[in-house]
T-cell receptor, first 117, second 113 residues
């Protein structure tokens, strides 16, 4: 497919379990971003990568959240010891150029809906 | 604190008329602004952007206006079409690019045929 692919589409997990959310960016895109979107809100920045390097993780809520992009392509967002407040839509986006480029808009995936019971 | 605010949760406009969506921001460091459009069950799609060195940017039926002194931007869609019915998010960046976008809460636009 030509777009950003995220899996799984839906994830239901019990409180205390770890989850791993996957993002497959558009081929050749340099930058990859993770956002979280609560119901009725706009996306909230979590972290982003240029190639395999994590440039900014200031949006990660706490140390239970981590992300990696080891080969500069696919990325995984991991949430350890999930809590009910982690329930949200997690969105990945990628952009062709580096994040500092005006002319390289973000392309968002359809998201992973995480529900922690 | 909400640094990007979209105070109208919803807006209904007759087909063919002008749609005006508004956005206010509080962070004076923001220098790049964007509008995204979102259909149900899909991710947001980039629509149009403007940097702080400009006060207007136009792309077809879509025009974004920026008033830096008022910390206000607006998106004009003219003429409005049924396919424009979607949620519109305003976003801003303080680093001159796409790094760390701050989004508003969105405005649901409904075009009435």
């Amino acid at each position: 497919g030509a777009g950003v692919s995220q899996s799984p589409r839906y994830k239901v997990t019990k409180r205390g379990q770890d989850v791993a959310l996957r993002c497959d960016p558009i081929s050749g895109h340099v930058s990859l971003y993770w956002y979280r979107q609560a119901l009725g809100q706009g996306p909230e920045f979590l972290t982003y990568f240029n190639y395999e390097a994590q440039q900014d993780k200031s949006g990660l809520p706490n140390d239970r959240f981590s992300a990696e992009r080891p080969e500069g392509s696919i990325s995984t967002l991991t949430i350890q010891r999930t809590e009910q407040r982690d329930s949200a839509m997690y969105r990945c986006a990628s952009s062709l150029g580096p994040s500092s480029s005006y002319n390289s808009p973000l392309h968002f995936g359809n998201g992973t809906r995480l529900t922690v019971t | 604190d909400q640094q990007v605010k979209q105070n109208s949760p919803s807006l209904s406009v007759q087909e063919g008329r002008i749609s005006i969506l508004n956005c206010d921001y509080t962070n004076s460091m923001f220098d790049y602004f964007l509008w995204y459009k979102k259909y149900p069950a899909e991710g947001p799609t980039f629509l149009i952007s403007i940097s702080s060195i400009k006060d207007k940017n136009e792309d077809g039926r879509f025009t974004v206006f920026l008033n830096k002194s008022a910390k206000h931007l607006s998106l004009h869609i003219v003429p409005s079409q049924p396919g424009d019915s979607a949620v519109y998010f305003c976003a801003a960046s303080a680093r001159g690019g796409n790094e760390k976008l701050t989004f508003g809460t969105g405005t649901r636009l409904t075009i009435i045929p």
